[in-house]
């Protein structure tokens, strides 16, 4: 959804499907496109209602965790910690989670994400790596 406008010459001239997991990314989208593309389609309820209603689907059923989650974790965790040691063990710990807060509002302010190129480096997302997660996502 982020990169639809930037990518406006690789969707279909005439008309084309949106597909999101609940459907409402694929509306916003159509949204954004308003103008811009002839006619283009949302999957009601996204692939939740398509597998619901028995309808076949082609997915994986391992995938490795997309960047983006990763680092919404991995802060996350980070945050906890530092809040969690700064009441329970010594009040300097809460720096941690102000640095972590910091390091998110440099991303969304630079678009440059510190914390998604060290998890770029991890074996399981480089490309043609065998290590997969087992959870999807």
């Known amino acids: 959804m982020d990169e639809i406008e930037s990518r406006l010459g690789d969707l279909p001239a005439e008309h084309g499907v949106l597909v999101c997991q609940a459907g409402k990314r694929a509306a ?10 002839a006619e283009m389609a949302v999957l009601s309820g996204g ?7 028995g309808l076949p689907l082609v997915a994986s059923t391992r ?11 991995g802060a996350g965790l980070l945050v906890l910690a530092g809040v969690s ?14 640095f972590v807060g910091g390091g998110l509002v440099f991303a969304g302010t630079t678009n440059f994400c510190a914390m998604a190129h060290l998890l770029a480096l991890l074996p399981w997302n480089r490309r043609g790596s065998r290590m997969e997660c087992s959870t999807g996502g």
């Open 28 to 37: 916003m989208t159509r949204e954004l496109l308003s103008g811009r593309v």
């Open 47 to 53: 692939t939740d209602a398509w597998t619901k209603a």
């Open 63 to 73: 995938s490795r965790w997309a960047l983006e989650r990763q680092v919404r974790l």
């Open 85 to 98: 040691l700064g009441f329970l063990v010594n009040p300097g710990w809460f720096w941690l989670a102000g």
